[in-house]
């Protein structure tokens, strides 16, 4: 299988059919990299739960970003805005879109929690800033709390060893981007009412929470994929217009630049996204 779900390049030809995009436009490309067009999922907006969707690692096993050319779908390429460079729009395609669709139809009022600064969370905290939401980061220790509230953080929370976590106001919406499960003990006390919880984060273990404190609080449990096209473009849009950047490490795109950069992921010592850069 060709690796890489998330990627930039420049177009160099296209096909009979393609009506928008011509040689020489910048595009990116994510998770997801066609439907069927006709499913109700797919008349809705909501082609990532399409029953036929093409989503990587299941179709087009020899199509991926870690390639000097791929074949896509027009409809499933995105123009880059001139402001984005290539480095900072690549990591955009699949954790920016990730995290701005568990942040649609968030209000300015509202306090999003983001468990987690890595990755997805980095980006998170930026989205949900630039929104007007109150945002308040968890984390495990205070490590990582300088650079969160740089990044637009309004509080910082650990949690490793507590017995209690205190809020300046109950969380409306939480993005769990760590890859360690929380204690959800500790959580549920902090959510609001009939607020919303969005595992984000790739686990192969099970999601457990108590059912009390979901059920006399009204909280919802939302699985949550990459975004919809429509949410895709609207999130380069929104990150070209208030400079959401990924902050990255980049690797040369050579057999010792990829060896390097997954050796460096396989150790956890990656900072929050690496990126392949053709030489």
């Known amino acids: ?19 928008f995009l011509k040689r020489g436009d910048h595009v990116g490309w994510g998770y997801e990299v066609d439907c069927c067009g006709h499913c109700i999922e ?15 690692g299941v179709s087009n096993l020899d199509q991926g970003s870690f390639a000097s050319h791929a074949i896509w779908r027009e409809s499933f390429l995105y123009p880059i805005p001139p402001v984005l460079s290539d480095i900072d729009a690549a990591p955009l395609q699949c954790g ?58 309004h509080e910082f ?35 609001a009412p ?12 099970n999601l457990k929470i108590p059912y009390m404190g979901l059920i ?14 429509n949410l895709h473009r609207k999130m380069l849009d929104f990150a070209a217009l208030h400079q959401i950047k990924p902050i990255v490490e980049t690797f040369p795109m050579t057999e010792e630049g990829i060896k390097q950069a997954m050796d460096k992921l396989d150790r956890g010592e990656v900072t929050y996204r690496a990126v392949l850069i053709p030489k």
């Open 1 to 19: 299988m060709v690796l890489g779900h998330e990627g930039v390049g420049i177009v160099e030809n296209v096909g009979p059919a393609c009506q």
């Open 216 to 229: 006399l609080q009204g909280i919802s449990v939302h699985g949550s994929l990459v975004a919809p096209r």
């Open 157 to 191: 929370v650990a949690t490793k060893d507590a017995k209690t976590l205190e809020v300046s106001a109950p969380i409306n919406r939480l993005l769990v981007t760590a890859a360690v499960p929380p204690n959800w003990e500790l959580i549920l006390p902090i959510m």
């Open 96 to 153: 920016g879109a990730t995290t701005f669709s568990a942040l649609e139809g968030i209000k300015p009022s509202d306090t999003v929690g983001i468990m987690g600064v890595g990755g997805l969370g980095h980006l998170a905290i930026q989205f949900a800033a630039k929104m007007g939401c109150y945002v308040v980061v968890l984390s495990g220790s205070d490590r990582k709390k300088a650079e969160a509230l740089q990044l637009g953080a």
């Open 194 to 205: 009939r607020s919303g919880i969005y595992p984000l984060s790739v686990s192969s273990g």
């Open 42 to 56: 797919c008349l809705q907006g909501a082609e990532t739960f399409c029953p036929d969707r093409a989503i990587y």
